[in-house]
Nanobody, 114 residues
Framework: VQLQASGGGLVQAGGSLRLSCAAS????????MGWHRQAPGKQRELVAV???????NYADSVKGRFTISRDNAKRTVYLQMDSLKPEDTGVYSC?????????WGQGTLVTVSS
C-alpha cells in the first residue's frame, strides 16, 4: 500500500488549505484513516481520524477549524483546514490502518505565516 499526500503549502494566518491523501497498491479496506502533524522541535501529534463508517475525532487544538472526510471509492482521505494559525505549521502525514498494520504516507509541509 502506498499513500500519496498532497496539498500543503504556504498560507497566511486565517487562510485555508485542503490536504488529500490517496491510497494505491491494494484493495484492502482501512478501518481508520487519519492525519498527524509534527511541528519543528515537537513530537508528532494526532490531528484528526475518521473511521470507515464516517465517525471522526479531532485534536482539541483544531476542533471547529479542521474537517476530515474520506471517499472510500477513491480510497482518499481529506483534511480541510480553515482559519489557519501559525501554530498549525508543520509536516502533515497521513496514515491508514487495517486490523493487521498501519501504513504511513510521506509528509506534506504546511506553513502558516503571521
Amino acid at each position: 500500500v502506498q499513500l500519496q499526500a498532497s496539498g500543503g503549502g504556504l498560507v497566511q494566518a486565517g487562510g485555508s488549505l485542503r490536504l488529500s491523501c490517496a491510497a494505491s497498491g491494494s484493495s484492502i479496506s482501512f478501518n481508520y484513516m487519519g492525519w498527524h502533524r509534527q511541528a519543528p522541535g515537537k513530537q508528532r501529534e494526532l490531528v484528526a481520524v475518521i473511521t470507515s463508517g464516517g465517525s471522526t475525532n479531532y485534536a482539541d487544538s483544531v476542533k471547529g477549524r479542521f474537517t476530515i472526510s474520506r471517499d472510500n471509492a477513491k480510497r482518499t482521505v481529506y483534511l480541510q483546514m480553515d482559519s489557519l494559525k501559525p501554530e498549525d505549521t508543520g509536516v502533515y502525514s497521513c496514515n491508514a490502518e487495517t486490523i493487521m498494520r498501519t501504513y504511513w504516507g510521506q509528509g506534506t509541509l504546511v506553513t502558516v505565516s503571521s
